[in-house]
């Protein structure tokens, strides 16, 4: 039996649920690429959605992955707590307007190997079954700017 929707999450439920889709990504140190993703947020009945993203390439190789968890800073505001394989820790938190959200950093943690991670900004948009991102990133000596973006589809 799946536990109650905690109270405190009751506002991002529109996030509940698999998306799938594509983006593209694009960086100065690195070429241009395409990929597939798979998107789960979920519940354990606490006031925190579970987050877990897998990206591939059209080919079905791994690319990227992370999870973490998705909290509630009252109801408008929002903290994303995310884990890497790349040894990467990113916190961010931001706001919460209807079903657009915005997060900029406020931690990177970095393990000794990880690449140098400054910050970065997420802009996620729900609407009709649809979610839309972007994501901007500065790293390895670049400054803020655009880096990932993509169109999903709610999973029934």
């Given at each position: 039996m799946a536990p109650e929707l905690h109270p405190d999450v009751a506002h991002l439920s529109f996030l509940l649920g698999t998306w799938k889709g594509e983006g593209r990504g694009e960086?100065?140190?690195?070429?241009?690429?395409?990929y597939i993703e798979e998107s789960t947020y979920g519940h354990v009945g606490k006031p925190f959605l579970t987050y877990s993203q897998k990206t591939r390439?059209?080919?079905?190789?791994p690319m990227h992955a992370e999870v973490g968890y998705v909290r509630p800073a009252g109801t408008s505001g929002v903290e994303l707590?995310?884990?890497?394989?790349?040894?990467?820790?990113?916190?961010?938190?931001?706001?919460?307007?209807?079903?657009?959200i915005r997060l900029h950093t406020t931690s990177v943690g970095l393990a000794p190997t990880a690449k140098d991670v400054r910050s970065l900004t997420r802009s996620i948009d729900v609407a009709d079954g649809h979610m839309h991102y972007i994501i901007e990133l500065a790293a390895v000596g670049q400054d803020l700017?655009?880096?990932l973006e993509a169109t999903l589809h709610h999973e029934a």
């Open positions: 960086y100065p140190t690195i070429d241009d690429f395409t390439s059209a080919d079905g190789v707590i995310l884990a890497h394989p790349s040894g990467i820790a990113e916190i961010q938190a931001g706001t919460l307007e209807g079903q657009r700017q655009f880096h």
